[in-house]
């Protein structure tokens, strides 16, 4: 049999390893807010002749927009995000574009003001608190009946958080690279990397449970390297369902849910290794209290299972 667990201090030292790259790409590159949390207008034009984005940007300078962000797209067209627009500012300035550039099209128009981009954020944030601390107690009381059911929500929460914060320190990469915003689509990915991770955690945690009740082994490490064993077959067939699926939107429904489609490629990958490695190896070194051998020079060497 597979001795997954045995190598567990591994599996942490390099989840604290890329864990602190992903925090230090975050700090660095920060997170783009989009206007749905931020405020502000976004316009997405397309010009009848050849535009160049440094002449748009020059442009939109001139007319008193010089704070705003361009971005050209695939098809060609350009979205142009400033300050909050009023309809006479909106109208003055694809005035300006035309006398400039000649011909525009409007294919797109959106404005937040302060208040709702505040109060999107504030909901985002009390929406992702609130499950996080429900699937706390709902994980805790599902495993009621084990010894010291409350480390299992903590582990699952653990290995939830790791999810999120890899997703969140790769995306800041990308958005700086891509110059991708973080929106209401960002928020819905990271509550799907909430759901997804509990659930493939949650499939190894019962069969643990299963087998602790079935008695399948004195040695609790031995008990959760089985549960893994028997549950792998499981979670990589569904990762590999979920990965074509996405991989199939993201190729062939567009641009308009990419940035979402690489988010959850991003969470079902980094979810599977949480759930298999990072979640089970937290609950067996906390239950023998191990947590000295993460700080030895070399782990621990693995006990013979």
């Avoid at 797109?108 to 505040?118: C, D, I, N, T």
Wanted: glycine fraction near 10%; proline fraction near 3%; charge should be neutral.
């Amino acid at each position: 049999m597979i001795n997954v667990i045995g190598k567990r201090f591994w599996f942490l030292i390099i989840t604290g390893a890329y864990l602190l790259f992903c925090i230090i790409s975050l700090g660095y590159f920060g997170l783009k807010p989009g206007i749905e949390l931020t405020s502000g207008s976004l316009l997405t034009v397309r010009f009848t002749q050849t535009v160049t984005e440094g002449d748009l940007n020059q442009e939109l300078a001139n007319l008193g927009y010089g704070n705003a962000i361009v971005q050209a797209t695939g098809g060609g067209d350009f979205i142009i995000r400033t300050s909050e627009l009023s309809s006479e500012d909106k109208t003055n300035l694809e005035n300006g574009l035309t006398t400039r550039f000649g011909q525009i099209t409007e294919e797109e128009f959106s404005s937040v003001s302060p208040l709702v981009a505040a109060e999107t954020l504030r909901n985002s944030g009390i929406a992702i608190g609130l499950a996080t601390v429900g699937i706390l107690l709902y994980v805790a009381w599902a495993f009621r009946k084990m010894p010291k059911p409350f480390r299992y929500g903590v582990c699952a929460i653990i290995a939830m958080a790791h999810d999120a914060v890899v997703a969140l320190g790769l995306f800041a990469i990308l958005g700086k690279i891509q110059g991708w915003e973080v929106d209401l689509m960002f928020v819905t990915g990271i509550l799907a990397i909430i759901g997804y991770s509990i659930n493939d955690t949650v499939v190894v945690f019962d069969r643990i449970r299963e087998n602790v009740t079935k008695g399948k082994s004195l040695d609790f490490a031995t008990v959760v390297n089985l549960s893994i064993v028997e549950t792998l077959p499981r979670n990589l067939n569904i990762a590999l369902a979920v990965l074509f699926t996405i991989l199939a939107l993201l190729f062939f429904v567009g641009a308009s849910i990419r940035s979402l489609m690489v988010l959850m490629l991003l969470s079902v990958t980094a979810g599977t290794y949480s759930s298999i490695l990072l979640a089970p190896s937290l609950l067996v070194v906390w239950e023998k209290g191990e947590w000295g051998g993460l700080f030895r020079r070399r782990p621990l060497p693995a006990k013979s299972q």
